[in-house]
Protein backbone atom coordinates (compact mmCIF):
# COMPACT_ATOMS: atom_id res chain seq x y z
CA UNK A 1 0.00 0.00 0.00
CA UNK A 2 1.01 3.62 -0.54
CA UNK A 3 -0.29 6.93 0.04
CA UNK A 4 0.86 10.93 -0.22
CA UNK A 5 1.11 12.81 2.83
CA UNK A 6 -0.92 16.22 1.66
CA UNK A 7 1.13 18.41 4.49
CA UNK A 8 4.33 17.33 3.32
CA UNK A 9 3.57 16.06 0.15
CA UNK A 10 5.89 13.06 0.82
CA UNK A 11 5.26 10.01 0.01
CA UNK A 12 4.79 6.86 2.17
CA UNK A 13 4.67 2.89 1.70
CA UNK A 14 3.73 -0.07 3.74
CA UNK A 15 3.56 -3.96 3.35
CA UNK A 16 0.85 -5.40 5.87
CA UNK A 17 0.99 -8.70 6.97
CA UNK A 18 -1.12 -11.13 8.94
CA UNK A 19 -1.03 -10.25 12.52
CA UNK A 20 -0.87 -6.45 12.06
CA UNK A 21 3.20 -6.86 11.44
CA UNK A 22 4.11 -3.99 9.09
CA UNK A 23 7.03 -3.09 7.28
CA UNK A 24 7.14 0.59 6.94
CA UNK A 25 8.99 2.59 3.89
CA UNK A 26 9.82 -1.11 2.59
CA UNK A 27 13.09 -0.64 0.04
CA UNK A 28 13.21 -1.35 -3.03
CA UNK A 29 15.54 -4.67 -2.44
CA UNK A 30 13.40 -5.30 0.50
CA UNK A 31 10.39 -5.51 -2.27
CA UNK A 32 11.96 -7.96 -4.78
CA UNK A 33 12.85 -9.79 -1.74
CA UNK A 34 9.34 -10.75 -1.15
CA UNK A 35 7.93 -10.89 -4.57
CA UNK A 36 10.75 -13.51 -5.95
CA UNK A 37 11.36 -15.79 -3.01
CA UNK A 38 8.93 -18.63 -1.08
CA UNK A 39 9.73 -17.84 2.65
CA UNK A 40 7.77 -18.83 5.14
CA UNK A 41 5.19 -16.68 6.33
CA UNK A 42 7.37 -15.75 9.55
CA UNK A 43 9.97 -14.95 7.92
CA UNK A 44 9.05 -12.67 6.14
CA UNK A 45 7.44 -11.00 9.49
CA UNK A 46 10.66 -11.25 11.06
CA UNK A 47 12.23 -9.58 8.37
CA UNK A 48 9.59 -6.43 8.18
CA UNK A 49 10.49 -6.23 11.66
CA UNK A 50 13.85 -6.34 11.62
CA UNK A 51 13.50 -3.59 8.36
CA UNK A 52 11.32 -1.41 10.83
CA UNK A 53 13.65 -1.42 13.78
CA UNK A 54 16.69 -0.28 11.91
CA UNK A 55 14.73 2.85 10.50
CA UNK A 56 15.31 6.09 12.38
CA UNK A 57 13.16 7.00 15.15
CA UNK A 58 11.89 10.10 12.81
CA UNK A 59 11.17 8.32 9.80
CA UNK A 60 9.01 6.12 12.10
CA UNK A 61 7.29 9.15 13.66
CA UNK A 62 7.06 11.22 9.94
CA UNK A 63 5.11 7.92 8.63
CA UNK A 64 2.41 7.50 12.21
CA UNK A 65 1.94 11.23 11.79
CA UNK A 66 1.36 11.28 8.05
CA UNK A 67 -0.78 7.96 8.84
CA UNK A 68 -2.66 9.20 11.22
CA UNK A 69 -3.35 12.36 9.11
CA UNK A 70 -4.01 11.03 6.08
CA UNK A 71 -6.86 8.63 8.49
CA UNK A 72 -8.37 11.99 9.39
CA UNK A 73 -8.61 13.86 6.37
CA UNK A 74 -11.30 11.07 5.02
CA UNK A 75 -14.80 12.74 4.27
CA UNK A 76 -16.22 9.33 6.38
CA UNK A 77 -14.84 6.77 8.77
CA UNK A 78 -14.56 3.64 9.25
CA UNK A 79 -17.54 2.50 10.10
CA UNK A 80 -19.18 5.26 8.03
CA UNK A 81 -18.20 3.49 5.13
CA UNK A 82 -19.18 0.17 6.19
CA UNK A 83 -22.85 1.50 6.59
CA UNK A 84 -22.78 2.96 2.89
CA UNK A 85 -21.48 -0.10 1.47
CA UNK A 86 -24.54 -1.91 3.09
CA UNK A 87 -26.93 0.82 1.33
CA UNK A 88 -25.37 0.58 -1.98
CA UNK A 89 -25.27 -3.36 -2.11
CA UNK A 90 -29.28 -3.23 -0.73
CA UNK A 91 -29.64 -0.85 -3.76
CA UNK A 92 -27.68 -3.10 -6.47
CA UNK A 93 -29.82 -6.06 -5.30
CA UNK A 94 -33.20 -3.71 -5.57
CA UNK A 95 -31.90 -2.42 -9.12
CA UNK A 96 -31.65 -5.92 -10.19
CA UNK A 97 -34.51 -7.32 -9.26
CA UNK A 98 -36.22 -4.38 -11.06
CA UNK A 99 -33.84 -4.84 -14.36
CA UNK A 100 -33.31 -0.99 -13.93
CA UNK A 101 -30.45 0.53 -15.66
CA UNK A 102 -27.19 -0.23 -16.05
CA UNK A 103 -25.91 -1.76 -13.03
CA UNK A 104 -22.48 -1.28 -13.70
CA UNK A 105 -21.89 2.06 -11.89
CA UNK A 106 -23.41 0.72 -9.24
CA UNK A 107 -20.52 -2.42 -8.68
CA UNK A 108 -17.72 0.38 -9.70
CA UNK A 109 -18.94 2.68 -6.48
CA UNK A 110 -19.40 -0.67 -4.54
CA UNK A 111 -16.17 -1.77 -5.67
CA UNK A 112 -14.77 1.62 -4.59
CA UNK A 113 -15.99 1.46 -1.24
CA UNK A 114 -14.70 -1.55 -0.80
CA UNK A 115 -11.48 -0.79 -1.63
CA UNK A 116 -11.43 2.49 0.43
CA UNK A 117 -12.20 0.03 3.67
CA UNK A 118 -9.36 -2.08 3.36
CA UNK A 119 -7.22 0.76 2.56
CA UNK A 120 -8.31 2.35 5.91
CA UNK A 121 -8.06 -1.16 7.78
CA UNK A 122 -4.66 -1.62 6.07
CA UNK A 123 -3.13 1.84 6.75
CA UNK A 124 -5.28 2.02 10.51
CA UNK A 125 -3.05 -1.84 11.37
CA UNK A 126 0.33 -0.40 10.08
CA UNK A 127 -0.34 2.85 11.97
CA UNK A 128 -0.48 0.81 15.18
CA UNK A 129 2.37 -0.90 14.44
CA UNK A 130 4.42 2.38 13.74
CA UNK A 131 3.24 4.00 17.09
CA UNK A 132 4.27 0.55 19.07
CA UNK A 133 7.70 -0.14 17.54
CA UNK A 134 7.97 3.76 18.25
CA UNK A 135 7.22 3.20 21.81
CA UNK A 136 9.87 0.24 22.41
CA UNK A 137 12.32 2.50 20.97
CA UNK A 138 12.08 5.38 22.97
CA UNK A 139 11.35 2.59 26.06
CA UNK A 140 14.87 1.66 24.71
CA UNK A 141 16.44 5.24 24.59
CA UNK A 142 15.38 6.05 28.12
CA UNK A 143 16.92 2.38 29.07
CA UNK A 144 20.16 3.50 27.76
CA UNK A 145 20.14 6.84 29.24
CA UNK A 146 19.67 5.46 32.71
Known sequence: WNFKDRASGDNFAFVLF????????PTADYLK????????LVEYQANARKHVES???GDIDRFTLA???HLDGFPTS?????SILVHRQEDLVKQE????????DAEDIIAAIEYRIEFKKA????????????????????????
Open 18 to 25: PNGVAAIN
Open 33 to 40: QIWHSNTA
Open 55 to 57: LPL
Open 67 to 69: ARN
Open 78 to 82: LQEDR
Open 97 to 104: LTMAGDAS
Open 123 to 146: LNEALVYGEAVRHMARENIVRREL
